[in-house]
């Protein structure tokens, strides 16, 4: 299986790929990881060409999860994968993730691979809520393909919805 999730940030995504990729054994990459290479400090962020040739090299050797927000580097993901996940949780559940992860953060509670700077926090809050102002131009984008597309408001529904179909096929 060669599965997608996709959504804003906070959407709930590499939690829900962690827990998939422990159940049926297929590894995840986070795409924040692949836009940036922390090999080198400071990290630097790849070019497209780069990103692409390192989902192209990953999608060769099989099995898969990507998470990530969308970026036009990660147009080939929507192509190769089998399923695309739009994990749509609502801005007042996104923003609290926001709180919630910046304050783990700081804490030392929660692992993070960027410094959680204020800028950082405030930058998510605008992501977020730019995301809402495109949200209408990313759905038909991901109409193209609907025969592989799901979209979910929490990643309790989207993780049946996954099992469901893979137990189909």
Known sequence: MKLYITGIVAGGKTILAKRISEKLNIPYYELDSIA????????????????????????????????GVYRESYH???????????????????????????????????????KPTLHMFKCM??????????????????QIYQDKLIVAKSSMKAERIIYARIETK
Not at 57 to 67: A, M, P, S, T, V
Not at 126 to 142: A, G, K
């Open 76 to 114: 080939e993901l929507l192509n190769i994968s089998d399923i695309i996940l739009f994990l749509d949780p609502p801005l007042y559940v996104r923003r609290y993730r926001i709180i919630k992860r910046f304050i783990k953060q700081k804490l030392r509670l929660e692992k993070s691979y960027y």
């Open 125 to 142: 809050f605008r992501w977020t809520s730019n995301f809402e102002n495109n949200r209408d131009e990313f759905v038909r984008m991901l």
């Open 36 to 67: 940036h290479d922390d090999s080198v400090i400071p990290r630097r962020r790849r070019t497209s060409e780069e990103q692409i040739s390192i989902i192209k090299e990953i999608d060769r050797k099989g099995d898969y999860i990507f998470e």
